[in-house]
């Protein structure tokens, strides 16, 4: 199976998959040394394998309403933003509130963003991600995160064919940007 970097599409679901296969794994460990000990401190090394068992299930658990995008979804934005730089399943905190972004395009000095969430308070996501552009130097960048997803397509696809026309070599800064959204992301 190929591993999916951070921003691609996939990558929350493969998450999830790699923290419950090894949440399994410290739970068969501890009952491994547990069963096979014989004597009281195999049982207490036994036992103390399952808090880190428990830690991760926790946070699958914390985590399970987090889903990637939509397969198909990924392949439409992919072929319509040829030109742009795109960053997939983003979880970030906004609000106090940790908000799932299923698609960021960035394009020179617009960063367009789509998230399935209809609760997700898209202004304060907005606001929140310009304010970290701005603290990384980006000034004067238009941040939009749309929840409607008809739109969110128009503007990038839009936001592809002026820079077909443009041809200006803005792929470093677009890169540095993404770079700054995927650390912010979980």
């Not at 923290?19 to 794994?25: C, E, K, Q």
């Not at 439409?76 to 933003?81: D, G, M, S, V, Y």
Request: proline fraction near 2%.
């Amino acid at each position: 199976m190929k591993k999916i970097q951070k921003g691609d599409p996939g990558y929350l679901d493969q998450i999830k998959r790699n923290r419950i296969i090894l949440a399994v794994l410290w739970f068969a460990a501890a009952a491994v040394i547990f069963f096979a000990a014989g004597n009281m401190a195999g049982c207490i090394i036994g036992l103390l394998c399952c808090i880190p068992g428990l830690v991760t299930l926790l946070r699958v658990i914390l985590r399970r309403q987090l889903v990637s995008v939509d397969r198909s979804r990924a392949e439409e934005i992919l072929a319509k933003t040829g030109l742009l730089t795109t960053c997939f399943d983003l979880a970030l905190k906004s609000g106090g509130k940790l908000t799932e972004v299923d698609c960021f395009v960035i394009s020179s000095y617009n960063v367009y963003g789509y998230t399935h969430d209809e609760k997700a308070d898209v202004e304060e996501l907005s606001g929140s991600v310009r304010r970290v552009l701005e603290e990384n130097g980006y000034t004067g960048i238009t941040v939009k995160v749309l929840d409607r997803y008809k739109p969110f397509l128009a503007r990038v696809e839009g936001a592809n064919n002026i820079a077909s026309v443009e041809h200006e070599d803005t792929k470093e800064r677009e890169a540095e940007i993404r770079r700054l959204l995927l650390e912010r992301s979980i």
